[in-house]
């Protein structure tokens, strides 16, 4: 989830960019397979969702949720036409990732953050204490998510996934997230009238899911419940240092660093998989940006070989456990740093570069396949394994394999 584009309030499962929205932390929907419920795929109508909310009720019962707690939960629930709609859009063209930066790691942001490292240094330093988190990172989430909690959301968080789960594009992952926002109400962290949230359902000050809030949030100042939901931020912002150290935080480490690569570097070790120490990527030439020490980790080049490159430690792969975007890391990372008084990123991007239309980009996954470059499918979404193919299509024409899809490699598959 998550303030995602980031906080787009578009779709769950995408990045949004400054505000609240989408999804945040995600995880997989707890509660069982919701698969054999029936659903009115983009149908719906009220008296469909309340035949809907009783066939759902057996089984969120079997799921743990007491009879009394569905029942109340769920007696005010209606259905949301507005909710699909947002559900459905998709934009057609996503922000390049230099325009992403500039707007998450810009403005009034980092002020704002450093504000708030002062109005809340002790409670952020108990949780640096507890967690080893730093706490500009704990910030940057803060920032990402709801801009320190202004745009938190206000939707009804119980009928909004009821809708999405009866009448949405992922009704299963979304009955998950109702049957777990009905066990939040049963431990009493919250009551149904006071849940709320954005459209998609994520919650509070750093946009957690239902499901990543049972598994990872605390009662931080110990009141008894874990509220993430009130103006004081506190359980949610340990809840947000206790996600990261449970995904693979570890304290003392920096999450990475911009650097420079050589001339002629091989571009087949610029890939998350692909891991070496520091004196590895120093023998191979590789060098901070800053001119401090190389940290151990695998190099990203968001942009290809004409953008910045980072080495990237297992601290980063920790916020993509939050947001599975390389630019929301990075974007967390950096603004971090911003808040912290760091400098900033020195390389340039590629800013002339055409933004890509999702056909633009579904079209490519199409033409590589044809050419027996394997993407894992056709969706408009260049993730990894495209990004793989990419690289193969490019050492197969003798170009630099940094996986790097533009106008260029376009105009080239389609010759």
């Not at 999804?23 to 929907?29: F, L």
């Not at 359902?201 to 874990?226: E, I, K, W, Y």
């Amino acid at each position: 989830m998550t303030g995602r584009y980031f906080r787009v309030a578009t779709a769950a499962l995408l990045v949004c960019v400054m505000g609240s929205c989408g999804v945040s932390n995600r995880a997989p929907g707890a509660g069982g397979n919701f698969s054999g419920l029936p659903t009115a795929q983009g149908q719906g109508s009220e008296a469909g969702f309340q035949n809907w909310v009783q066939s759902f009720r057996p089984r969120a019962l079997a799921a743990g949720v007491s009879p009394q707690v569905f029942d109340s939960a769920m007696s005010s629930a209606h259905f949301q036409p507005s909710i699909v709609t947002l559900d459905g859009k998709q934009s057609e063209f996503s922000k390049p990732i230099w325009e992403y930066l500039d707007g998450a790691v810009g403005g009034s942001r980092i002020s704002t953050g450093r504000q708030m490292s002062a109005r809340y240094s002790s409670t952020l330093s108990a949780i640096e204490a507890r967690y080893g988190v730093p706490r500009e990172i704990v910030l940057a989430v803060w920032g990402m998510e709801s801009n320190f909690g202004a745009n938190r959301g206000n939707t009804q968080t119980v009928p909004a996934l009821a809708t999405l789960a009866y009448d949405g594009r992922r009704g299963e992952f979304f009955a998950g997230e109702l049957v777990a926002a009905l066990r939040i109400i049963q431990a009493g962290d919250v009551d149904s009238s006071h849940m709320v949230g954005s459209w998609a359902g994520a919650m509070g000050h750093t946009q957690f899911m239902p499901s990543s809030f049972l598994s990872h949030a605390v009662d931080f100042n110990g009141d008894g419940r874990r509220d993430i939901w009130s103006d004081d931020p506190t359980d949610s912002l340990a809840s947000t240092a206790s996600y990261l150290r449970e995904n693979g935080w570890r304290p003392g480490q920096p999450w990475g660093a911009e650097v420079v690569l050589p001339q002629g570097f091989d571009y087949n070790q610029v890939s998350k998989s692909i891991t070496k120490s520091g004196s590895q990527w120093v023998s191979m030439g590789v060098r901070t940006a800053s001119g401090g020490a190389v940290p151990s980790g695998a190099i990203l080049a968001p942009a290809g070989a004409r953008g910045p490159a980072f080495v990237i430690t297992e601290n980063f792969r920790a916020i993509l456990k939050y947001n599975a975007s390389d630019s929301y890391a990075l974007a967390v990372s950096y603004l971090g740093d911003a808040i912290a008084g760091r400098s900033g990123i020195r390389g340039s991007w590629p800013r002339g570069d055409r933004t890509l239309s999702n056909s633009e980009k579904a079209e490519i996954q199409r033409l590589l396949m044809a050419r027996g470059f394997d993407t894992g499918g056709v969706d408009g979404k260049l993730g990894s394994k495209s990004v793989e193919a990419v690289k193969a299509y490019q050492r197969s024409r003798g170009l630099v394999p940094d996986g790097y899809a533009d106008s260029n490699l376009l105009g080239m598959l389609r010759g």
